[in-house]
């Protein structure tokens, strides 16, 4: 049982690239979640998808995009990344309590 | 709004002392309240949630409605309680997503 698979697990990317982050859970929850992690800010929930179908914004969505793709994988997209999206990005689903994926340590020059 | 204080970014206590982790809460339907722990290298998991009322590894927490406060305690702290805590907060009607604090470092020294 994998739980909450997230890939890449480090990225560096030029200012203005693109890139998707993927993430998949196993355990067959309705709702899935992406969050970013900064020092001194804690968990800032990006997007979250409450259910297959839907996505609503979080806490801070500029500049981030998601598909809910299917129940198990919920991908979130930085169209042309900046400094500030530097950070670790979190994939987590869960119903009632969350699992949490490993993180994507993302850097943006 | 959902809110989540936690007053401290760093909680320095000795092996064997009393700890207690802050959390205050804001939040005007019913509120549910986990804490999360992250350890190094590890995926951040749960700790516990409050309508469970369970001890964890020696932790507890309460929920005070009259304080808004969900603080964790702990009688006697262990090196490997070291880590980073957040305190987090959803609508027991499930509909809102989990809102989080922005964590306390825990530091346990022998």
């Known amino acids: 049982n994998a739980g909450v698979t997230q890939t890449p697990k480090f990225q560096v990317l030029k200012t203005g690239q693109s890139m998707t982050l993927q993430c998949a859970q196993d355990?067959?929850?309705?709702?899935m979640y992406w969050y970013r992690q900064d020092p001194g800010m804690g968990l800032r929930l990006i997007y979250y998808?409450?259910?297959?179908?839907?996505?609503d914004k979080g806490e801070v969505p500029n500049g981030y995009n998601v598909s809910r793709l299917n129940k198990r994988e919920f991908s979130l997209r930085l169209e042309s990344a900046a400094p500030s999206q530097t950070s670790v990005y979190f994939c987590?689903?869960?119903?009632?309590?969350?699992?949490f994926g490993s993180g994507t340590q993302l850097s943006v020059l | 709004a959902q809110r989540v204080t936690q007053p401290e970014k760093l909680l320095s206590v000795f092996k064997g002392a009393p700890v207690e982790l802050k959390c205050n809460y804001s939040y005007s339907g019913s509120p549910e309240l986990f804490w999360y722990v992250q350890y190094s290298r590890q995926r951040l998991q749960l700790l516990l949630r409050?309508?469970s009322r369970e001890s964890i590894k020696g932790f507890t927490a309460d929920l005070n409605k009259g304080e808004t406060s969900f603080h964790l305690k702990k009688p006697f702290a262990q090196e490997e309680d070291s880590a980073m805590y957040y305190c987090?907060?959803?609508?027991?009607?499930?509909?809102?997503?989990?809102?989080f604090g922005k964590g306390t470092r825990l530091s346990v020294i022998a």
């Open positions: 987590a689903s869960g119903d009632e309590k969350l699992f």
């Open positions: 998808s409450a259910s297959e179908g839907t996505t």
């Open positions: 355990m067959n929850h309705n709702s």
């Open positions: 987090a907060l959803s609508g027991l009607s499930g509909n809102t997503p989990l809102v």
């Open positions: 409050h309508i």
